[in-house]
């Protein structure tokens, strides 16, 4: 035994000295997975606060690359990797992660500028390509220097004469610095209200909606945009009007895309608690098909999972977040649509800890309840699901 896990160890130094010697460049080797994993964020204008598109603007970061990677801290990704699967997984393979290691050990050396690979191409301020039609707040809003500002909500007509199916949707802040997020809402009559679906939102690590073809949302005639808009001052006066821009389908689709919910507003989270549970259900009143969930919550969110119940009994665990990240708001989209019949369940539990070991939690001695701002909390299991286009089919409906 000592023999075979001596040959063992011999036989791992020598891959690792391999690896370390392998002439890894950023221009042959790096690059690919940069453009592929990361460059949608980091590049000028987008999220990320540094740009790693060109060897002179990666090279500075090679060490902090290589940490985040290792780590598995970026790209971010907080589902438990046992449970589902999801084609917009965005973990690295661990190919991957040897060969950025590996590229940083040997120096981060640049290698022939002619082995680098075609840029990724991006229509220039978006990531849904050029939208058919941008639509704005239709007013600027100040954004003080300092203080707590409410939820500001901007109702938007959209003059669409005729049905109009979104197969993408993209909002763009006007000032991400004091942008904490925003959603919108597609709504009807004169009400100011969400009537329908969430259309889609901003916040860290929310993707733009992209459907697949042969699925679109639906946008009635005469609707109008709800605008929920939430800032954070950073000490400086701005005015802000900010962006969504949309992707019209080319041809009727098939298939209705939907946006709904299992929440509760009603908890009362004991001061000190560090594990305080949370539940929600939403029933199907439908067939669906399920292809992607979010959940929220705020600082004190630990961990959500959602469980499905079939009509018969059967359980299914279909999401498991075991390290809530407030900071990285993630969809997860099922790498195959997950059918429900009509009359499942979706179980959505929570924990928060609400006690001082949470180092992101704002007050530990004060009992939390639902609120809008971030020292509150929300519970919500966000999920998107698919009917047949022309199936009519029940909205959710939200108040201001």
């Not at 665990?317 to 993630?330: E, S």
């Not at 309840?369 to 939200?398: C, H, N, S």
Request: charged share 25%; net charge neutral.
């Amino acid at each position: 035994m000592r023999v075979i896990c001596s040959l063992m160890v011999a036989g791992c130094c020598a891959w690792a000295a391999d690896v370390e010697k392998t002439k890894v460049t950023y221009s042959k080797d790096v690059a690919p997975i940069l453009n592929r994993r990361c460059v949608e964020c980091h590049r000028a204008g987008e999220v990320a606060p540094m740009a790693f598109t060109s060897y002179e603007a990666a090279r500075p970061w090679a060490k902090a690359i290589r940490e985040k990677t290792v780590t598995r801290t970026m790209p971010p990704w907080t589902a438990d990797p046992s449970i589902g699967e999801f084609r917009n997984d965005r973990r690295l393979a661990q190919s991957e992660i040897d060969t950025i290691a590996a590229w940083v050990n040997a120096g981060a050396p640049e290698g022939d500028p002619k082995d680098l690979p075609p840029a990724p191409k991006f229509a220039e301020g978006w990531n849904i390509g050029k939208p058919d039609q941008v639509f704005d707040f239709g007013a600027d809003f100040e954004v003080p220097s300092s203080g707590v500002v409410a939820y500001q909500y901007f109702k938007v007509p959209t003059n669409f004469t005729e049905d109009k199916w979104i197969e993408a949707a993209e909002i763009r802040p006007q000032h991400r610095d004091v942008t904490h997020h925003i959603n919108v809402f597609i709504i009807t009559g004169e009400q100011n209200v969400a009537t329908g679906a969430m259309l889609t939102g901003f916040a860290p690590g929310v993707q733009p909606l992209r459907l697949e073809p042969g699925t679109a949302m639906l946008v009635k005639a005469g609707s109008s945009f709800l605008f929920q808009a939430h800032y954070t001052p950073n000490g400086k006066v701005v005015r802000d009007r900010s962006l969504v821009g949309l992707r019209f389908a080319k041809q009727a689709p098939a298939l209705r895309s939907v946006t709904d919910r299992a929440m509760n507003a009603f908890f009362k989270i004991p001061p000190g608690d560090p594990n305080y549970p949370v539940k929600a259900t939403w029933t199907a009143k439908q067939d669906v098909d399920l292809f992607a969930m979010m959940p929220h919550m705020h600082f004190r969110g630990k961990d959500f999972k959602y469980t499905v119940v079939f009509p018969d009994g059967r359980e299914q665990v279909i999401l498991n977040v075991p390290k809530y990240d407030f900071n990285w708001q993630l969809g997860y989209e099922l790498k195959e649509p997950l059918h429900l019949p009509k009359g499942t369940r979706i179980d959505c539990v929570a924990h928060f800890d609400n006690s001082p070991n949470n180092k992101f939690n704002p007050d530990p001695t004060k009992e939390v309840r639902w609120g809008d701002q971030t020292w509150e909390e929300m519970m919500i299991g966000f999920f998107l699901y698919k009917v047949p286009a022309a199936q009519a089919i029940t909205l959710p409906t939200i108040s201001e």
